[in-house]
């Protein structure tokens, strides 16, 4: 059985995003100030409209108040989100994912019961996942097929203290900081082997969010540090939780939402550069007349759909990890897979379709040069592309590392 | 064959090469970063440039300026890009159209703009050509009448009256001297019908619109020319009346001016930038460190290093090439070549340097980030179709 149709749900969903994208989200993202690459402040208006649809609960289980989409459907979503505003799909990729993870599978009831009318209740109350910390070498690299190195211990601790939990350290390159409502903070608790997850109110006292200001990044980023931070003590997550958070339990085989993000910034440079070449008028033709813009459209058209499949793929399979124990996909983290050619093959198609625009591919108050940002950042963030092929390539080795907690956080 | 420099040629590169470390690349990022497109140019450093003849080193002596050869005007570029690519063509833009002022203007034209020129630190040129509705058109003009440039240009007694505007032009902001081309007969196609005139920036019924807020190249401005009713002496008419494309360096034109120089120009200025790249690779590889030990111990990153020193010093030799067919005066298509091969070249370069300097957890270094926003300025100049095409057009005249 192959099958490649999308049910009517999602291709409901897609329809009613992809509406929602066009009149909500492009009159405002499409403005010149707002194109300036170093303007990344939030659409934060269009952000609610879009969790007042629903695609800030989108993921998570139905009978708690999402849409329980898949995570085929999430990535549906998330393109289409891109395609209008990456920084508003990151946003709302990281806290639907979040949800998901959070309150249909590390939470117990009492948590649950504590944190998700919270949650539900606020269209700002959004969801961060504060694993990384400054300093710490997430690569790979030099040990590729060989024993991880002494890296990546968790440095920001918890201690019990009476009912409590005292957390001090800090985090950055949190998604969401800024506008988390809630963080699951990666811990280190003495005399534990792996890290914990500890669940940490943005306001419970002691904690302080400072916000990234910098150009390479999507949606809303930030350093967050706790200082004898006090959370109750049925704030720690399962055992199993870390693993989960960080995609040590499936390393490269974890839902394509980044790559999701990524192909909706080459589709909106698509789908900019083939209306252009429709209207624009040279050499007593429009572009798309000519062969060499003809080709160069079709190449950039074969790139977008080549990544889509691979990232499609890669969604499906990671909802549903029989199918690779039944010989029907490869045991390949796909994810990763689809992370090195789509954001390759959409640097590519930015900067050709950049070039169709002449030199307004280069202004700073036309989308051109930011879609070959945004995809500059996909490609270039976490950590790279080198990595990644070595990632992969372990696994085509068959290379297994003992105690691989840090390792598989490095595979964020 | 002989690729040693002359005493002059290596003293060029060094007086370059010691501006650009103790002058450009200290301002470099801080003018980049500069929000608003209009304040991005440092008229401080211009004049320092020019003092030491970075402005006028393509004038020759007998006009006060310095004569010197292409070689020369090669390796500054390439120094000047190496720490800044944009301040390295706001000066070099004078010099293409120096070359366009000897190779198609009168000695009287000459005698009324050349000294002025050369006198004033804060004298640069231009040259208008584009239009809103008019790039690819220019660049590579069709026998359609209707296409191509509107600028109209009218003879009204010993005046020439222009209508119209021009974008994205090249110093047109802070420039005081421009080429421009404008229509002067509708009828016919653009390659006939096209003059080309001298405008000062005091002309009347001439003005500049918005200055255009690049990505890349930002200290390097380009703007609007508005011309209404703005009258130009017959004087200025640069060649013949009709004959604007012929005297840019086009067909049967000279082969060194203009657009050959142009192409030079872009294939060494990219050089600039790979040098600044691989070199900068490389010192980060022996210093950085990775799982406890130097980056380079990596096959991926010396593979990396590699490629990019591969590349750079493959287009040094085809700039050189070119630089010295120049000074030969040997007609070569080679310029052209140079130019789109520059273009392949500084993206793969810029790309694999992203890849070695990586994101430092969610950062990538405003040196970095520079980088790559002014190597893309190649992709629509140096590199898109339409100047391939137009070389392989040259190839087959």
Known sequence: MYNLHLSPEQLEIRDTVRDFVTREIKPVALKAERLDVCDRSLLMAQIDAASQLGLRTLALSEDRGGAGADALTACIVTEELAAGDADIAAVLLESSRLAHLLFDRAMNDAQRDALLPKFLGGDRYHLAFAGHEGGTDTRLGVNYHRPASAAAAVKTTAVKSGGDWIVNGVKDCVANAPVAGLFAVLVQIQGRPGASVLLVPSDAPGVSVRAHDNAWLHGSCGEVAFKDCKVPAGNLLGDDAAALLTGAAAPGRGNPLAQALNLGIGRAAYEAALDYARLRVQGGRPLIEHQAIATKLAETAIRIEIARAAIWQAAWASDHLDAIADRSLPDLPLQTVAQVFASEAIMKATKDAAEIFGAMGVMRDMPLQKYIHDARVCQHSGDGNTDAKLRIAEELAGYRRAGNGAMALAGE | ?397
């Open chain 2, 1 to 397: 064959m002989d690729f040693t420099l002359s005493n002059e040629q290596r003293s060029w590169q060094m007086a370059a090469r010691k501006f650009a470390d103790e002058e450009i690349r200290p301002i470099s990022l801080a003018r980049d970063a500069i929000a608003t497109a209009r304040e991005t140019w440092d008229w401080d450093i211009i004049k320092k440039g020019s003092k030491l003849g970075f402005r006028t080193m393509a004038v020759p002596k007998e006009w006060g300026g310095q004569g010197t050869d292409f070689v020369s005007q090669a390796l500054v570029m390439t120094e000047l890009a190496k720490a800044d690519s944009a301040i390295s063509k706001a000066f070099s833009q004078n010099w293409k159209w120096s070359h366009l002022i000897s190779s198609a203007c009168t000695e009287q034209q000459k005698q009324r703009f050349l000294p002025a020129f050369v006198a004033d630190d804060t004298f640069v040129l231009g040259k208008g050509i584009t239009e809103p509705s008019a790039g690819s058109d220019n660049r590579m003009p069709g026998d359609d009448p209707k296409t191509g440039l509107k600028l109209r240009a009218e003879r009204k007694g010993d005046e020439w009256i222009l209508n119209g505007e021009k974008a994205f032009i090249a110093n047109a902001p802070i420039g005081k001297l421009f080429f421009i081309d404008a229509r002067t007969d509708a009828s016919v196609a653009p390659r006939q019908g096209t003059t080309m005139f001298l405008v000062p920036s005091d002309t009347p019924g001439f003005r500049i619109g918005k200055v255009f807020n690049k990505s890349g190249w930002r200290f390097y401005q380009n703007g609007e020319m508005i011309f209404e009713n703005a009258r130009v002496p017959h004087a200025n008419v640069v060649g013949d009346v009709g004959g604007a494309v012929r005297k840019s360096g086009g067909a049967g034109g000279d082969t060194t001016g203009g657009d050959l120089f142009g192409d030079l120009e872009l294939a060494s200025n990219a050089l600039g930038i790979c040098d600044d790249a691989s070199e900068t690779a490389l010192r980060y590889a022996k210093t950085a460190k990775q799982g406890g030990q130097l980056l380079f111990a990596q096959q991926n990153v010396q593979l990396q290093i590699n490629k990019m020193f591969m590349l750079t010093e493959a287009l040094r030799s085809f700039v050189m090439r070119v630089a010295w067919e120049h000074d030969m005066k040997i007609h070569s298509r080679n310029a052209g070549l140079a130019m789109n091969y520059s273009c392949d070249v500084v993206n793969e370069v810029s790309e694999l340097y992203m890849e070695v300097r990586g994101a430092q957890g969610c950062h990538m270094d405003p040196h970095t980030d520079k980088l790559v926003r002014d190597a893309f300025i190649w992709n629509h100049l140096a590199g898109d179709s339409v100047s391939r095409m137009k070389i392989a057009r040259r190839l087959a005249a």
